[in-house]
Structures are given as structure tokens and as C-alpha cells.
């Protein structure tokens, strides 16, 4: 059962602000770019479009805390730690490295959902399903 994931991005021209600097906004998609492809490498489906079954994970909280800019061209290791798992939702911790410096760390927890017509905002929260949370573990360093 994972419990962390790694992949390597190189910061591109178009992810930086006029000073070359990583624009804040990019740390989240790529925390979003690392659950996707956590997800992927548990052969896990992200969305479902079956009636009745899983829809989604919508975010409830995410956080970043900056330490030290990430720059055009740099190389950083993105690495995702399952942080908590509980009846409804998953919490990802993430640590953004250049080298040995951490430029970064954010969190993100998500909410397992169902399509719910009758509901305001056409969704309920529903118990992860025994397939997902028999893949998901939590980091023994978060434990």
C-alpha cells in the first residue's frame, strides 16, 4: 500500500512572474499534477461519470507555505506523503525540492463525492471505497 509519491518538473517560462521567480499559484496545480499522477501509478480513476458511483475529490482546504523561490529552468522533486485517510476524505502532505533546499511544502485534503442531484450543490460526500482505501496508506514519517 503506497503511502508516498515522487515526480521530477523542471519550472517552465510560462509558470514564472516578470522576475523569473515560480508564481504562487503554480505550487497548487502542481500538487494537483502529483495526486493525478499518484492516482495513475494505483491504476485509480481521479473522476467517474457512472450514475450513483464516485464523482470526485473536491478540495476542502489547501495550504502552501513558501520557503525559497523556485526559479525558470530549475529541477524540483515534488513528493506527495498521505498525510491522513478518514471515513470521507484524504490529506496529502507535499514537499517541493531544488536539490537540497525546501522551496516549499503545501497540504490538500479532499473529499470523496457522488453525483446527488437533490442536493444544492449536486454532490454528497460519500465513505471512500474499500478498492481506494485498500490502496492508500499512511506515510510511517506522518504517522
Known amino acids: 500500500m ?6 521530477t518538473r523542471q519550472v517552465e517560462f510560462h ?3 516578470m522576475a523569473g521567480i515560480m508564481h504562487f499559484a503554480n ?14 501509478s494505483l491504476d485509480l480513476p481521479l473522476i467517474s461519470f ?5 464523482v470526485g475529490w473536491p478540495r ?16 524540483v522533486e515534488v513528493r ?3 498525510k491522513r485517510v478518514s471515513m470521507r476524505s484524504v490529506t496529502y502532505a507535499f514537499q517541493f ?17 457522488a453525483a446527488d442531484p437533490k442536493s444544492k450543490t449536486g454532490m454528497v460526500a460519500q465513505p471512500i471505497p474499500e478498492s481506494v482505501r485498500a ?3 499512511v506515510a510511517p514519517e506522518l504517522a
Not at 2 to 7: A, G, N, Q, Y
Not at 50 to 54: E, L, Y
Open 80 to 82: 506527495l506523503l498521505v
Open 97 to 113: 525540492r531544488h536539490g537540497d533546499i525546501l522551496s516549499a511544502v503545501g497540504e490538500i485534503t479532499a473529499v470523496c463525492v
Open 27 to 40: 505550487f497548487f496545480r502542481w500538487m494537483e499534477v502529483c495526486e493525478t499522477a499518484f492516482y495513475r
Open 60 to 75: 476542502v482546504s489547501a495550504t502552501c507555505e513558501y520557503r525559497s523561490p523556485l526559479r525558470f529552468n530549475d529541477t
Open 50 to 54: 457512472v450514475p450513483g458511483q464516485i
Open 2 to 7: 503506497p503511502s508516498e509519491f515522487k515526480l
Open 135 to 137: 490502496k492508500l496508506q
Open 15 to 17: 509558470e514564472t512572474d
